[in-house]
């Protein structure tokens, strides 16, 4: 993803959904375990040996939740390599019965370089990718088995998009293939919205508000960070910050479906960052954190009725 920083501070109104009390938990250790059973694999960047492993693992773990599985395949440019890929969207849909569907996506795949690391010697190896691709991944993973033992009230479709982190740093056209190529050969109902998770594993977790999502669903972001303030959720932080080049835009130029992204940047904080180097690792996540946005999610999906 691409970042550009914006500050502004804003107040976020109180929610206008009744959310119920009584509701599905989220397991954050069985999520975090879900992050390091990643990581086991290696880097999972695309057309690497963790990455084949893990699809495979990933496409079986899936198909023991539900039969409403869509492997979506595709072919891209890598534009940091020059090479041309085959890639694989995941999709698992739940209550494919609902008129109402919202859409929860992260990427599965890590970056294939360390182009951000401080030493140069690391800057050519692959990206662990313990924050960047596996908390979101992992997220994923617990909501999918909390919905295949409760059906949410609402249609729910996961999606792992692949090859999200290929891209150029500066050129954001150039991230995001997976979303790029699901917006444009929607192999699904066009859902009415959606949230993607990306980078919310930061044991030190701040989310603020990314600044697009803003932009394009003003009224789910204050929804959504009102649900998290109701529920103590004390890494949801009500101001706009970066505006980030995420899987969230294609979606929304695309097929118009207006989603938001929640996203930790500052990994783990504005003097010093994780994100693309060698240092990417479960040892600078936590389960805390992933439950914070799971527990967040949970809430938001099981509070709707259809």
Partial sequence: MIKFLFILFIVVGCSQNDYKIDMPSFNEQRAFQHLIDQCSYGPRN??????????????????????????QDFTYLEHITGVERNGKNFIIQFNKESNERILI????????????????????????????????????????????????????????????DVGISGQPKTYAMGSEYFSKNL????????????????????????????????????????LASDLSLSAFEYTVGYEIYDDHVPLWENAKIPTIDIIDFDYPNLFYNHWHTQNDTPENCSPQSLGQVGTLLVNYVYGKTS
């Fill in 46 to 71: 695309p057309g690497s040996l963790g990455y084949n492993n893990f699809s495979i693992y990933l496409e079986q773990y899936l198909k023991n939740l539900s039969s409403n599985i869509i492997i």
């Fill in 105 to 164: 996506g992260a990427h599965w795949d890590t970056r294939a370089i360390s182009d951000e690391d401080t030493d140069e010697d690391n800057r050519s190896m692959p990206v662990l990718g313990a924050n960047d691709g596996a908390s979101g991944t992992a997220i994923l993973m617990e909501l999918a088995t909390i919905f295949s033992i409760n059906s949410p009230p609402i249609g729910v479709d996961i999606v792992f998009f692949d090859a999200e």
């Fill in 187 to 226: 192999p699904i109902d066009k859902p009415d919205s959606g949230i993607i998770v990306d980078m919310v594993g930061d044991k030190y977790l701040k989310i603020p508000i990314e600044r697009f999502s803003y932009q394009i669903d003003r009224d789910a972001v204050k929804e959504l960070w009102s």
